[in-house]
C-alpha cells in the first residue's frame, strides 16, 4: 500500500488509516484478527478514541506487541484542562503504551466548539511538553469542521486536521470550497490532512442499522467504495483516510486503498455529479444513529 508524509511530522503514514471505530463492539480476538488484516494490507496508522465503544479494551492486549511498526493517534473530546488529561491518561493505560504519535481535539466542528475547548488545548500542549504526545491535531464531523479547523491550525501549533471527505459533500459548493482553502494552508504549512467518511453514502433515515455498521450509510458496492476511496486519495493535500467503523466493509475498503489509482479531474466530477442527488449525512446530531 502507498505510504504519504504526514505533513511535517515525518512519518509515512499508509494511505488507509485503520479507524478503531471498527473494533466498537469486537472483543480482543476479533480486535487481534483486524490488526493482523490490516498489517497483511501494508496498514502502519491506527485512529483511536475514548468513544469508540469497546475499542481501548481490546485493542490494548494486541498493540505493546506492535507498537513499534505502528503510528497510534487517540483524541478526546473533553473540554477542560482537567477532564482532557484524564481522558489521555487512561487511553495511554487501556492501550498499555507510554504515549501517542498524534493527539487530536476530536469533533471540533465551529469555531464556538473550538473556544469551548481552550483548556483541553492546554492540556494537549503540556502533554506534548512532558513528551506524553509527540503530536498534535483537530477532527471534526460536520459540515463547519473545515471553517473550524483553519480557524484551529490557525490559532494554534497543530500538525494535522482531519475532515469530511467524500463525493456528496464536495458537492456542496460552500462545504468545497472552505474545505478547499483548509487544504491550501496545509500544503502551504506543511500540515498533514486526513479525510474521514470516504465511502459514505447517506443517512439511515427509517432503516434500522445492522451491526457493525458506522452511524451514516455507507456504500457496500465495491466498485462505489473504491471510487470514494479514490476520491478522497486524489484530493491535493490529503495524506491519508481514515477506514469506516465497520469489520465487514474493512477487507473492501483496504483492497481499494491497496489498489489506488488517481482520478483524473473529470472523473473527480464525474463522481461529485453522480453523488448530488444523495442526502447528506450531516447535521450529525440529526442524523447519525448507531445500530
Known sequence: ME??????????????ILGAAALWTSDVEEASSIFELAEAHGVNHLDIAPRYGNAQR??????AARRDRWFVA?????????????????????????????YQLHGVTSVEELDRRAGAVETL???REEGLVRHLGVTG????????????????????????????VWADPVYRAEAERLLGHC?????????????AHRPWGEVIPPPGNP??????????????????????GITGLCT??????????????????????????????????DELIFPLAAKARRP
Open 74 to 102: 487517540c483524541k478526546t473530546m473533553q473540554p477542560t484542562r482537567d477532564e482532557a488529561r484524564a481522558d489521555l491518561e487512561q487511553s495511554l493505560s487501556l492501550l498499555g503504551i507510554d504515549h501517542f504519535d498524534l
Open 125 to 127: 500542549l503540556t502533554a
Open 187 to 199: 500544503i502551504e504549512h506543511d500540515l498533514g490532512a486526513m479525510a474521514i467518511k470516504a465511502v
Open 244 to 277: 469506516p467503523g465497520s469489520p465487514t466493509l474493512l477487507p473492501m475498503v483496504l483492497a481499494a486503498a491497496e489498489e489506488f489509482v488517481p482520478m483524473s479531474e473529470a472523473e473527480r466530477d464525474a463522481a461529485v455529479r453522480a453523488a448530488a442527488a
Open 215 to 236: 452511524w451514516y450509510q455507507p456504500h457496500t458496492d465495491p466498485a462505489l467504495i473504491a471510487r470514494g476511496v479514490r476520491f478522497a486519495l486524489s484530493t491535493p
Open 58 to 63: 481490546v485493542a490494548g492486549p494486541g498493540l
Open 141 to 168: 464531523h460536520d459540515l463547519g469542521a473545515p471553517a473550524a479547523h483553519l480557524e484551529a491550525v490557525r490559532r494554534y501549533d497543530l500538525d494535522t486536521v482531519m475532515f469530511p471527505v467524500y463525493p456528496r
Open 3 to 16: 505510504r504519504r508524509r504526514l505533513g511535517r511530522i515525518g512519518h509515512h503514514s499508509s494511505v488507509a
